[in-house]
C-alpha cells in the first residue's frame, strides 16, 4: 500500500509524457583541465579536472563528467555538486542529469541542502521542475534539532513540504515520534500526523494520534480521530485534543475522558479540560465523575459542570477535591442523591450537599438545607444533616416513619444505619408492629433528643429524654399527624440507574425548604451599660 501511495506522489510530481521537454537551454561547459574523445563513447566529451558546467540557473563541480551535447546531459563522477541559486545545494559521489527534463539522479554519499535542511541518502533523485528531492532506499533529514529517518522520503523545497513513508521516525532532543507515514514543514517545524502515530516525550508523557500538527519547537499538538495522552497514571482522551507541553494545559472536544488509574476516578463529557501543572481538571456538556475504588459499586455523579483539584502536588500529603456544579445527581447502588452543587474534600474525606439536598439510603429518605457525607475508603462512615433536617422511611403507600428536628446524624457500620441522632426541636412519626407484624398503632412525640438504634436493617430501640407523645390506633390516626409538616415523598425524584443521572427533575414548589435565616445576638459593650448600685 504505501508502494502505491508513493507512486501515486511520484505521478504528480513528474510529466505525464517523459517525451516532454522541460527546457530549450543547453547546457554549457565553463571549465575542463581535460577534454577529449573515448571511441567506447564517441557521443561523450570526456571532461576530467576541476570540471565545471552550467545549466538554467544551476552550476555542477566535479572530479570527471561525460558530457553529452546533443542529448544534453551529462554523468559526473567524484565530488559532485550542485549549486541552485543561493538555497539549494545537492552534493553526491555521482550525479546524472538531464537537462531536457531538468532531473538529476544522485548516487552515493547524497546530501541536498536547503538553507538549514539537509537531507541525506546513498540514493536521491532531483527534480528541478517541481524543486523535489527524492529517496527511496532509506535516507535522513535534518532539521535544527529534528532527525527524520524513514525508508521513503521526499523534500520539495519551494513549499519547504518534506513527505516520509515506511518506518518513519522523528527524533528531537524533548520527544521522539514514530509512525508510518508523516508530513513535515521545515519553514514551521510542524509534524502533520496521518496514520497512527506515538510520541514520547522527554517528561514521560507518551501520546497516541491518528490525525493531527505536532508542533515540534514547542511541544504544542492539535490531534483529531480519538487520540489520547498518558502521562504517570493519568490518560486524557477525546475526539480531538489540543495539548500544549509548555504550559501542561489540554483541552478535549467530543467523548472526552480524563481517567486517574492511580485514584480509581474518572471524568468524561462532550469537553474537558486538565492542567498538568496544577493538577486542575473540568468537565462540561454531559460531564460525568465515576468513583471506582470499591468495584463492582461505582459512583456516577453528574453536574453541569464538574472541577477536580489538586493540592500539594508531587509531595506525599497530595490530596484532591471534587466540585460539582448545577443539576447535580449522582447513583450508587446503596446511595443516591440530588442537589444543586456539592463539594467532596479528599483531606477530610466529607462531601458536601447544598441547594435543596436529598440522600437516599435503600428505604431511608434523608433533606434538609445541607448536606455532610464523612466516608473511609468510598464507604459511608456517618452523614450530618444540618438545618430543617427530615428522614423519612415508607412503610406502606400511605404510611411513613417520619423524624424532623434542626439537626440530624446518622451513623453506618459496614455500609448500614447503625444509628440516627435527632436534636432540636424532633418531632416524630413511628408506625410500631407487633412481633408477628401486626399493626399496632403510631406513635406521635416531641421532644428536645431522639435516638434510634437499627439491626437488621429493622429498628431495634427508640430512646428520647422526656417527651410529649400520643400512641393513635390505626384508624384512629389524626390527618394532621399522620404527615409531619416537612413530609416529602420525592421517589419521582430519586436517581434510578446510572443512565438516569442526566435527567434533571426538580422539587414540587410546595415542598421547596426556605433557608433557616440565622440571626446573631447583638454585641454589648461594657461602657454602654448602665451599672445599678
Not at 337 to 359: A, F, K, N, R, W
Request: proline content about 2%.
Amino acid at each position: 500500500m504505501c508502494l502505491f501511495a508513493f507512486g501515486m506522489i511520484f505521478a504528480a510530481i513528474t510529466p505525464a509524457d517523459k517525451g516532454e521537454k522541460k527546457s530549450d537551454e543547453q547546457i554549457h561547459l565553463i571549465h575542463s583541465d581535460i577534454l577529449y574523445k573515448n571511441w567506447h563513447d564517441p557521443r561523450a566529451d570526456i571532461l576530467v579536472g576541476h570540471v565545471r558546467l552550467y545549466h538554467d540557473g544551476v552550476f555542477l563541480d566535479c572530479d570527471s563528467a561525460r558530457f553529452y551535447k546533443e542529448e544534453n546531459s551529462f554523468d559526473a563522477y567524484g565530488n559532485v555538486k550542485m549549486v541552485q541559486g543561493d538555497t539549494v545545494t545537492l552534493t553526491s559521489d555521482t550525479l546524472l542529469y538531464d537537462g531536457y527534463e531538468m532531473k538529476a539522479r544522485a548516487r552515493g554519499n547524497c546530501v541536498l541542502i536547503d538553507k538549514k535542511t539537509r537531507l541525506e541518502s546513498d540514493n536521491l533523485d532531483y527534480d528541478r521542475v517541481y524543486s523535489v528531492g527524492m529517496y527511496l532506499y532509506g535516507g535522513t533529514l535534518y532539521d535544527g534539532e529534528n532527525v527524520l529517518v524513514s525508508d521513503w522520503g521526499q523534500l520539495t523545497t519551494t513549499t519547504h513540504e518534506a513527505f516520509f513513508t515506511d518506518n518513519v521516525v522523528l527524533t528531537n532532543p524533548q520527544f521522539k515520534l514514530v509512525t508510518d507515514t508523516l508530513y513535515y514543514y521545515t519553514d514551521t517545524e510542524i509534524a502533520r500526523i496521518v496514520t497512527p502515530s506515538n510520541i514520547v516525550t522527554d517528561d514521560g508523557t507518551f501520546i497516541y494520534g491518528v490525525k493531527g500538527d505536532y508542533a515540534t519547537k514547542t511541544g504544542e499538538a492539535f490531534l483529531l480521530n480519538r487520540s489520547y495522552i498518558i502521562k504517570d497514571m493519568r490518560k486524557v482522551e477525546g475526539d480531538s485534543i489540543h495539548t500544549d507541553k509548555r504550559t501542561g494545559f489540554s483541552e478535549v472536544f467530543g467523548n472526552a475522558i480524563i481517567t486517574d488509574e492511580e485514584n480509581y476516578c474518572m471524568i468524561t463529557g462532550n469537553y474537558c479540560s486538565y492542567d498538568d501543572s496544577t493538577g486542575t481538571a473540568v468537565a462540561t456538556d454531559s460531564a460525568v465523575a465515576y468513583e471506582y475504588s470499591q468495584p463492582p459499586d461505582t459512583l456516577y455523579l453528574h453536574g453541569d459542570t464538574l472541577k477536580m483539584f489538586t493540592y500539594n502536588m508531587n509531595t506525599d500529603s497530595v490530596y484532591r477535591d471534587m466540585h460539582a456544579y448545577h443539576h447535580v445527581r449522582f447513583f450508587r447502588n446503596d446511595v443516591q442523591g440530588v442537589c444543586d452543587s456539592m463539594v467532596t474534600h479528599e483531606l477530610d474525606s466529607c462531601t458536601y450537599m447544598y441547594g435543596q439536598p436529598i440522600l437516599w439510603n435503600e428505604e431511608q429518605q434523608l433533606f434538609g438545607e445541607e448536606i455532610r457525607i464523612y466516608s473511609n475508603d468510598s464507604t459511608i462512615d456517618w452523614i450530618h444533616v444540618i438545618d430543617q433536617a427530615t428522614t423519612i422511611e415508607q412503610v406502606d403507600s400511605v404510611s411513613y416513619n417520619q423524624v424532623e428536628s434542626k439537626e440530624m446524624f446518622c451513623y453506618f457500620i459496614n455500609g448500614e444505619i447503625d444509628h440516627n441522632v435527632a436534636k432540636g426541636n424532633v418531632y416524630v412519626d413511628y408506625f410500631m408492629n407487633e412481633d408477628d407484624g401486626t399493626r399496632i398503632g403510631m406513635n406521635y412525640s416531641e421532644s428536645t433528643e431522639l435516638i434510634i438504634y437499627m439491626e437488621n436493617k429493622k429498628v431495634k430501640k427508640i430512646w428520647m429524654p422526656a417527651a410529649t407523645g400520643t400512641v393513635y390506633p390505626d384508624l384512629m390516626i389524626p390527618a394532621d399527624k399522620r404527615y409531619l409538616s416537612r413530609f416529602a415523598w420525592f421517589d419521582y425524584i430519586r436517581p434510578t440507574d446510572r443512565y438516569d443521572i442526566f435527567v434533571w427533575r426538580s422539587k414540587d414548589d410546595k415542598n421547596i425548604l426556605k433557608k433557616t435565616e440565622r440571626r446573631q445576638v447583638p454585641l454589648q459593650k461594657l461602657n454602654n451599660l448602665k451599672l445599678k448600685k
